[in-house]
């Protein structure tokens, strides 16, 4: 599955950004696609996931109430809504796929997109 990421930018603390990941296999029922973000000299973490061969939804603990994956079969694409932003959710996030349920691991994942740059300024 090639993916393309896209809707990332500059906003404000507090400020809202929607970020899509785009892919021609994605209306798939058998995919797990996740949202995960990296910042330099850290590790990639686990932000959000949602699997559409089981239904379920996962979240960081510091995203909850947050931010809201969701995915839209008819368009190919999953969203991650992120609302309330603050200055530590600056990273760049990546989409990626994983069959075909959600895992924490990267590693699990076997296409990644390019990357979308967030950044939230005070």
């Known amino acids: 599955v090639h993916l393309v990421e896209s809707g990332g930018g500059l906003v404000q603390a507090g400020g809202s950004l929607r970020l899509s990941c785009g892919g021609s296999g994605l209306a798939r029922d058998d995919l797990a696609v996740a949202w995960f973000r990296q910042v330099p000299g850290k590790e990639r973490e686990g932000v959000a996931c949602?699997?559409?061969?089981?239904?379920?939804?996962y979240y960081k603990d510091s995203v909850k109430g947050r931010f809201t994956i969701s995915n839209d079969h008819a368009k190919n694409t999953v969203y991650l809504q992120m609302d309330s932003l603050k200055p530590e959710d600056s990273a760049v996030y990546y989409c990626a796929v994983d069959l075909p349920l959600c895992s924490r691991y990267e590693a699990d994942y076997g296409s990644w997109g390019q990357g979308t740059q967030v950044i939230v300024s005070l």
């Open positions: 949602i699997s559409s061969h089981d239904g379920t939804v």
